[in-house]
């Protein structure tokens, strides 16, 4: 310390954050200090206003576990700074001191607060605490408070350090990264800074190679958290510029592909669709803090429907290594744009919803076929497990369960093939995460208004078969002669019907079942509302599935199915398509002539596929081996009570 001295410390120039929290207009900020001043908060919009006079508020649970998240991170605490800057009312700091010291009381180092010392809090927290530290530093130096500020850095940075304490593979350690990065610039003076500084920058590349696909996708599963680590990761590289902190412009090749990706996923209207766990809402393309403006255009097009930016070139595109095919009719937005996402994938745990081989559909101005939201993260709700479900989403629910996404999945389901034209496109998937069922969705796009889902589920044993089909709550359906028409404001904006006439395929319209649930969404965070959903079902050893969907319901395409072993012929207008199934791989032929298809590598679903046929044999075995135990030890038990 005596090698560094406070008056250097003092004196040095201050060094820029970037927010956690959004910008509020100057009254709603002094409000909402007021409040804080008076021990009230809102620490969201979702939430309601909360007092704070307990003597220890850090173990208050007033809502949920996302309000204890919000509270023990302190990123509230930016209001108050913003405050002070505004009015140079002492006040505002002296709040945002006081609370800080009050946190350190109960919760350093220990506590018994659950978020307190949560992986993700505790990275957030760090960075609050060097913005608050920073404009203290400015203005109101004393060497006490000083140190205090030092020994809970040090506190916090000992445990984002701690190999046990960093989230791998993980959103959350990408932001204890960059907590550490900060903090070793705040106080470059400490010994362990360097340390701190290093330690990150390791750990960081390999984090974000991790976290984004080399095509630009997202590995976690949630379009909405693409937004939100975009925003963070421009904001962190324009930090290590000013900082000089090297990247070799490695994070900004990164975001240039995730940009391209999020600008495909959102739907017409710009806003993120409700995939995984994101909430349907429009993105503000100035939270992008982009070096390069041009690196916008495209997005900007989409979120201000065409009327700024530039129109992106794909029509279609596939995001093979995260598992997304985005197709369209056309980029401008009216109410005959289509938008659909078919998508399949398990690179890991978080934030992954058992949505294997879903699909969404967005037209007519508005969302049609939806996925189920998040509700909240209360994970043992029954909301929370609905939402999740396989049967929340549009796939097939195998035996009224969900399927394994235990770690020795992953990789075992995913997107394996497509064909893209400006009249039709087509994209095959598969799963392999049932135990002995491989499931396998071929997904046609007969533009501009037509689709044909063909689901294909082999198994080894007597199985039921659930294909669901879920409409956005705005839609009201009926049911009539087995087709189901939705309507909104008594316009028909869709059409459902089964093509396969084999097996008994008739289409069954739910909403809002309450026991065992089935039929709702989650659109808004914590809220729960019933929705049409029409459900097939089939039984024995293997199901198919051929769903004709129209968004043109009064006059559909007239579409002719026949589907016998492994060849189903579609035939529409004057075409024949021919889509010949094999092992691992779809063959198409289009009126006599093979098309060139583009085929995904996926060795973990071709093992998958292998081990699946394997599958009976061994629970064959496995059964037999259980059965001569159980013989053993019942003629074990029977030779003891003899000799006794």
Same mark, same amino acid.
């Given at each position: 310390?005596?090698?560094?001295?406070?008056?250097?410390?003092?004196?040095?120039?201050?060094?820029?954050?970037?927010?956690?929290?959004?910008?509020?207009?100057?009254?709603?900020?002094?409000?909402?200090?007021?409040?804080?001043?008076?021990?009230?908060?809102?620490?969201?919009?979702?939430?309601?206003?909360?007092?704070?006079?307990?003597?220890?508020?850090?173990?208050?649970?007033?809502?949920?576990?996302?309000?204890?998240?919000?509270?023990?991170?302190?990123?509230?605490?930016?209001?108050?700074?913003?405050?002070?800057?505004? =009015?140079?009312?002492?006040?505002?700091?002296?709040?945002?001191?006081?609370?800080?010291?009050?946190?350190?009381?109960?919760?350093?180092?220990?506590?018994?607060?659950?978020?307190?010392?949560?992986?993700?809090?505790?990275?957030?927290?760090?960075?609050?605490?060097?913005?608050?530290?920073?404009?203290?530093?400015?203005?109101?130096? @004393?060497? @006490?408070?000083?140190?205090?500020?030092? +020994?809970?850095?040090?506190?916090?940075?000992?445990?984002? =350090?701690?190999?046990?304490?960093?989230?791998?593979?993980?959103?959350?350690?990408?932001?204890?990264?960059?907590?550490?990065?900060?903090?070793?610039?705040?106080?470059?003076?400490?010994?362990?800074?360097?340390?701190?500084?290093?330690?990150?920058?390791?750990?960081?590349?390999?984090?974000?190679?991790?976290?984004?696909?080399?095509?630009?996708?997202?590995?976690?599963?949630?379009?909405?958290?693409?937004?939100?680590?975009?925003?963070?990761?421009?904001?962190?590289?324009?930090?290590?510029?000013?900082?000089?902190?090297?990247?070799?412009?490695?994070?900004?090749?990164?975001?240039?592909?995730?940009?391209?990706?999020?600008?495909?996923?959102?739907?017409?209207?710009?806003?993120?669709?409700?995939?995984?766990?994101?909430?349907?809402?429009?993105?503000?393309?100035?939270?992008?803090?982009?070096?390069?403006?041009?690196?916008?255009?495209?997005?900007?097009?989409?979120?201000?429907?065409?009327?700024?930016?530039?129109?992106?070139?794909?029509?279609?595109?596939?995001?093979?290594?995260?598992?997304?095919?985005?197709?369209?009719?056309?980029? *401008?937005?009216? +109410?005959?744009?289509?938008?659909?996402?078919?998508?399949?994938?398990?690179?890991?745990?978080?934030?992954?919803?058992?949505?294997?081989?879903?699909?969404?559909?967005?037209?007519?101005?508005?969302?049609?076929?939806?996925?189920?939201?998040?509700?909240?993260?209360?994970?043992?709700?029954?909301?929370?497990?609905?939402?999740?479900?396989?049967?929340?989403?549009?796939?097939?629910?195998?035996?009224?369960?969900?399927?394994?996404?235990?770690?020795?999945?992953?990789?075992?389901?995913?997107?394996?093939?497509?064909?893209?034209?400006?009249?039709?496109?087509?994209?095959?998937?598969?799963?392999?995460?049932?135990?002995?069922?491989?499931?396998?969705?071929?997904?046609?796009?007969?533009?501009?208004?037509?689709?044909?889902?063909?689901?294909?589920?082999?198994?080894?044993?007597?199985?039921?078969? +659930?294909?669901?089909?879920?409409?956005?709550?705005?839609?009201?359906?009926?049911?009539?002669?087995?087709?189901?028409?939705?309507?909104?404001?008594?316009?028909?904006?869709?059409?459902?019907?089964?093509?396969?006439?084999?097996?008994?395929?008739?289409?069954?319209?739910?909403?809002?079942?309450? *026991?065992?649930?089935?039929?709702?969404?989650?659109?808004?965070?914590? @809220?729960?509302?019933?929705?049409?959903?029409?459900?097939?079902?089939?039984?024995?050893?293997?199901?198919?599935?051929? =769903?004709?969907?129209?968004?043109?319901?009064?006059?559909?395409?007239?579409?002719?199915?026949?589907? *016998?072993?492994?060849?189903?012929?579609?035939?529409?207008?004057?075409?024949?398509?021919?889509?010949?199934?094999?092992?691992?791989?779809?063959?198409?032929?289009?009126?006599?002539?093979?098309?060139?298809?583009?085929?995904?590598?996926?060795?973990?679903?071709?093992?998958?596929?292998?081990?699946?046929?394997?599958? @009976?044999?061994?629970?064959?075995?496995?059964?037999?081996?259980?059965?001569?135990?159980?013989?053993?030890?019942?003629?074990?038990?029977?030779?003891?009570?003899?000799? +006794?």
């Amino acid at each position: 310390m005596e090698s560094f001295p406070f008056s250097e410390i003092m004196k040095r120039d201050k060094v820029e954050i970037f927010r956690l929290v959004p910008l509020l207009n100057d009254d709603k900020l002094i409000k909402k200090c007021n409040d804080l001043l008076n021990n009230t908060i809102r620490l969201h919009s979702r939430f309601p206003t909360i007092d704070l006079n307990e003597d220890n508020i850090w173990l208050m649970d007033p809502c949920d576990r996302s309000w204890r998240f919000g509270l023990h991170s302190l990123s509230f605490l930016e209001y108050l700074i913003d405050a002070y800057e505004v =009015t140079k009312n002492s006040d505002y700091i002296n709040k945002a001191l006081g609370l800080i010291w009050d946190w350190k009381k109960h919760n350093s180092p220990m506590s018994e607060a659950d978020m307190a010392w949560h992986d993700h809090s505790t990275a957030l927290r760090l960075i609050t605490i060097c913005k608050v530290y920073e404009i203290w530093r400015e203005n109101n130096w @004393e060497e @006490e408070v000083y140190k205090k500020f030092i +020994e809970l850095a040090e506190i916090h940075c000992s445990k984002l =350090t701690d190999p046990n304490f960093y989230m791998k593979k993980h959103n959350h350690g990408m932001d204890q990264d960059i907590a550490l990065t900060i903090a070793s610039v705040i106080f470059p003076h400490l010994p362990e800074s360097a340390d701190w500084k290093s330690i990150a920058t390791d750990r960081f590349k390999e984090q974000v190679n991790h976290l984004f696909a080399s095509d630009g996708s997202y590995f976690e599963h949630s379009p909405d958290y693409v937004n939100m680590l975009v925003i963070r990761l421009f904001n962190f590289l324009s930090f290590i510029k000013k900082n000089k902190i090297d990247d070799n412009g490695y994070l900004e090749k990164v975001l240039t592909k995730a940009m391209k990706f999020l600008t495909y996923i959102l739907q017409p209207d710009g806003q993120i669709p409700p995939i995984g766990d994101s909430v349907m809402q429009p993105i503000d393309t100035k939270k992008f803090k982009v070096s390069h403006p041009e690196l916008l255009k495209n997005i900007e097009y989409v979120c201000s429907n065409g009327t700024k930016g530039e129109q992106p070139e794909e029509l279609d595109i596939i995001f093979p290594e995260g598992g997304y095919a985005i197709l369209r009719n056309k980029w *401008e937005f009216d +109410e005959k744009t289509v938008q659909s996402v078919f998508y399949s994938s398990f690179h890991s745990r978080v934030h992954k919803h058992h949505d294997d081989l879903s699909v969404t559909i967005f037209g007519h101005n508005q969302p049609i076929l939806v996925d189920s939201g998040k509700y909240n993260y209360v994970y043992d709700s029954s909301e929370r497990q609905y939402v999740i479900s396989t049967k929340a989403h549009n796939t097939v629910v195998v035996d009224n369960e969900n399927p394994n996404t235990s770690r020795n999945n992953i990789g075992k389901s995913g997107l394996t093939g497509y064909y893209l034209d400006k009249n039709f496109s087509f994209v095959s998937g598969t799963h392999c995460l049932y135990p002995g069922v491989i499931h396998q969705r071929l997904f046609l796009y007969l533009k501009p208004f037509d689709f044909v889902i063909i689901d294909n589920l082999l198994g080894y044993k007597e199985h039921s078969f +659930e294909q669901n089909f879920h409409f956005d709550p705005s839609v009201i359906c009926q049911c009539r002669d087995n087709t189901v028409t939705g309507y909104v404001e008594e316009k028909p904006v869709i059409s459902l019907k089964q093509l396969h006439k084999s097996n008994d395929t008739s289409i069954n319209l739910l909403k809002g079942v309450e *026991e065992n649930l089935l039929g709702w969404v989650s659109q808004s965070y914590a @809220e729960f509302e019933p929705t049409f959903c029409a459900t097939s079902h089939q039984s024995g050893s293997e199901a198919r599935f051929a =769903t004709h969907v129209s968004l043109n319901p009064s006059n559909p395409l007239n579409i002719n199915l026949k589907w *016998e072993d492994d060849i189903i012929n579609v035939n529409w207008n004057d075409n024949n398509l021919k889509m010949i199934m094999a092992t691992n791989q779809t063959y198409l032929v289009l009126n006599e002539q093979f098309l060139n298809m583009n085929y995904i590598n996926q060795p973990k679903i071709k093992e998958a596929i292998k081990d699946q046929k394997n599958y @009976e044999y061994r629970e064959k075995y496995r059964s037999e081996r259980k059965r001569r135990l159980r013989y053993y030890d019942e003629l074990t038990d029977i030779k003891k009570s003899l000799q +006794e």
